[in-house]
């Protein structure tokens, strides 16, 4: 799990309206940005009816995803691999409160890119790119009736993806591709019927 270096500057911020500053522990920003998008995929693979396994040690590749469904026909249980990416340093809006931008761009190292661009595949791979607020009072909201968890993830299919880079990549991730339970399991229908995701 990459994770953008964090401005230091940028965690020391006034509390929202209405709310006592929280005294937060000492573990690295990037450390606790790792553990919120790894929320975020376990929120989506539950609502989706989904498995996850952690390989162990990994290889590029954070989380494998299982899904079950009668309707598969390439097997009753089809597996994605998910690599996990988390950012503030982007906007993947056009403006603060305005409509998304097409796509977004996330430079990956080669090496990565490499693993997930590889083609053709046994098991499909997918990124999956968390676009964070810069500071952690603005990553989640709690209330009675939801828990509201800030920004998004967007995943991409970057099979056959080229290598333009020296030592690393720009790619375009697109907004459209909203990563949540129905994105996952159109995924793994597509899979399941012998397609890409």
Known sequence: MALAQPDPAAAVREPAAGRPAARRGALAVTACMETLQVGYLHAVAAAAGCSLAQPFPDYGIDWHVSHSAPGHTADDEVTIKVQLKCTYQLAARTAPFGPPAATFPFTLDNDHLVKLARTPVSVHKILVVMVAPRCQDDWLRAGHERLELRHCCYWANLAGHPVTGRRRTTVRIP??????????????NRVGAGGRP
């Open 175 to 188: 907004t459209s591709h909203v990563f949540d339970d129905h994105a996952l399991c159109e995924i793994m």
